[in-house]
């Protein structure tokens, strides 16, 4: 017996062993029709969805049929190999609190691949085949060295990757887009995981190929019907409320997640990322947010924050803004933001945009008494570092405007933009932003505020660095 004592949990995880194996036997009756079957499993976070579905799922799918190959990956390769470590341990009886060798006999043949990264176990008997039995990839490597029947994707967006490389989401659906063709046409591709925000590998992929058929809950985030993928969906909560996976998400343990980090809580516990009290930010919540200026504290401080197109190709291409956003700070210690102004276009060029941002400085100096500018932001230029803010500190020296404190912001680092976006919301829904009567742009601002996710979000995408923490 397991000291640590058994992982396996029958109320929750009976429902998800009894769907691997309807999916999996289904799949075995239907190869001949050379269809491919895509299933997905959806759980929140630490609840053994690994090990049910990508490590003794591929073990059993092995028993049915040894002659499979069958593959593993996720964000890194060493992550894949950790997977296939535990599956070889139990092969070949290694793992002394698994049944399986002792039931089974080992499968482990000395005479073939036993690597890290691949095997060949003892019970194939096609030996003219190129693939392993099992074996491993990643985002980082790719999978087109072999074709295998079986492909369990598990996992590969996790939050350090997240948190490091803002496009890391991109990466990981041209990753999946770039899987369908590698499995075989009358093969079966699984995903495991966990959703991370809105626009992720989970919620693209039931967005863009549409569901076939839901077990479980009903998904609460948009997807398209009569599509490909065959969806395992019990979140953290049941639909009263209550918690489902008490012994490792209980009350206490939920409400503490949610304190710490309420978006992390909507996806990964609520298996939601559309979901929690810091959304959606609603045109209910706007009405209230409006003052005149005279409203206005009378020692707010300034800052100016840009997003500007023509630093970038891509941007130009699509029709975005150049903007400029002025914000107040009260200093009274409450965090609350008044925004002024959100002038933009997609037209302007370097010398527009200095212009305007010149005529937003002179209009805070000619206030009695004259407000002080605490910084100016803007996304990190590609290229050469310090350029832009050279371009600005010249311009404004001509002017005899002293330069504010230049801040350039990593955007591509970080919670990427749909997870910004959605933390300056819970500033806004929480009512920290006020909005000035008659501000020059500030309907553009709150329309895209309240359209999360869509294109063309550049006001609003500038408007939220008055919220990050160098600011």
Known sequence: ???????????????????????????????????????????????????????????????????????????????????????????????EYALFARVFGSWRHPLRVWREDRLVHAKRQGMGVSEPSFGTFSVETGATAYHPDLAIIDDPIVIENLNESGNWVRKVNQFMTSMIPVVRKDGMIFYVGTPYEDGDAITTLLREDGVRHVYGDPLPFEHKLN??????????????????????????????????????????VLCNPIAGHH??????????????????????????????????????????????????????????????QARYSNRWQVQDTLDELARVIFMLRNRTPRPHIRALTDERPQGKPGLWENQIRSFLANLNIPMPRFHEIDRQKGPSKPNRLREAAGYWVDGHVKLVRGGQGLERLVKQMLSLGKPHDDVANAAADAFNESV
């Open 1 to 95: 017996m397991n000291p640590k004592g058994t992982w396996f949990d029958p109320p929750v995880d009976y429902p998800l062993v009894r769907f691997l194996e309807i999916m999996g036997r289904r799949w075995l009756r239907h190869r001949k029709c050379q269809v491919k079957q895509h299933v997905m499993v959806i759980r929140p976070r630490d609840t053994a969805k690994t090990v049910i579905t990508t490590k003794a799922f591929q073990l059993w799918m092995h028993l049915q049929d040894p002659e499979l190959s069958s593959a593993m990956g996720s964000a890194d390769e060493q992550r894949a190999m950790d997977f296939l470590s535990a599956i070889k341990a139990v092969l070949d009886g290694q793992d």
């Open 227 to 268: 599509g490909k993928w065959h969806v395992f969906y019990l979140p953290g909560r049941r639909p009263d409320g209550t918690p489902r996976y008490p012994k490792v998400w209980s009350e206490a343990a939920m409400a503490e997640y949610e304190m710490k980090s309420p978006m992390d809580y909507a996806a990964q």
């Open 279 to 340: 959304l959606p930010l609603e045109a209910g919540n706007i009405e209230d947010m409006w003052v005149s200026q005279r409203e206005c504290p009378k020692n707010l401080v300034y800052t100016i924050h840009m997003d500007t197109a023509f630093k970038t190709i891509g941007k130009i291409g699509a029709g975005d803004d150049s903007v400029i956003v002025l914000a107040g700070h009260t200093v009274d210690g409450s965090g609350d933001v008044y925004y002024e």
